[in-house]
């Protein structure tokens, strides 16, 4: 059943505190690559904590998230797709600089049809919250299927929410400039 709890310090504990650290890890070593000044990090909260406060942060919440499955594996999914979609750039921002691939990236975001942009973005919310939805919709309320399912909504919606507050941030700074 989805809210059933596991007893601190058990192996479903432990088990799920070592899948939370690491995926917790991964998107913490593939933001570090990508924008080790956080220059590039779109979410405001981890901005504004850093790095030590983040990960004191991200600590308690692996070390609290462990004693429900259901979070903890949303947590986890959501976490490695994070990790995952940075690593995907994490190369050219890393090549280029946290500056240099700002300014280009913005350069490209000025150039490109906001139409095809919307579309683009929009069609990766669809796809992703529609797979977790099918998850969540066939998971019997099996614990798994079911927080994979939620976890990939929960990307979606970050995605979704991230990317339009980086957008919107650009759009008003360069409305600023001219």
């Given at each position: 059943m989805a809210g059933v709890s596991v007893p601190f310090g058990s192996d479903a504990y432990w088990m799920l505190l070592v899948l939370l650290v690491l995926a917790r890890g991964a998107d913490f070593l593939s933001t570090w690559i990508a924008t080790p000044n956080l220059v590039l990090e779109a979410n405001p909260v981890a901005r504004f904590l850093g790095w030590r406060g983040g990960f004191i942060v991200n600590l308690a919440v692996c070390w609290v998230c462990a004693l429900w499955p259901l979070p903890a594996i949303m947590l986890v999914t959501t976490s490695c797709l994070v990790?995952?979609?940075?690593?995907?750039?994490?190369?050219?921002?890393?090549?280029?600089?946290?500056?240099?691939?700002?300014?280009?990236?913005?350069?490209?975001?000025f150039q490109a049809s906001k139409g095809l942009f919307i579309a683009c973005t929009a069609a990766q919310?669809?796809?992703?919250?529609?797979?977790?939805?099918?998850?969540?919709?066939?998971s019997e309320q099996q614990v798994v299927p079911l927080a994979v399912g939620l976890g990939m909504i929960t990307f979606?919606?970050?995605?979704?929410?991230?990317?339009?507050?980086?957008?919107?941030?650009?759009?008003?700074?360069?409305?600023?400039?001219?």
């Open positions: 990790a995952t979609r940075n690593f995907q750039s994490a190369w050219i921002m890393k090549t280029l600089g946290e500056t240099q691939y700002r300014a280009w990236f913005s350069a490209q975001l919310v669809v796809l992703m919250s529609g797979l977790g939805a099918l998850l969540v919709l066939f979606a919606v970050a995605v979704l929410f991230f990317t339009t507050l980086s957008v919107w941030r650009r759009f008003t700074s360069r409305a600023h400039l001219d």
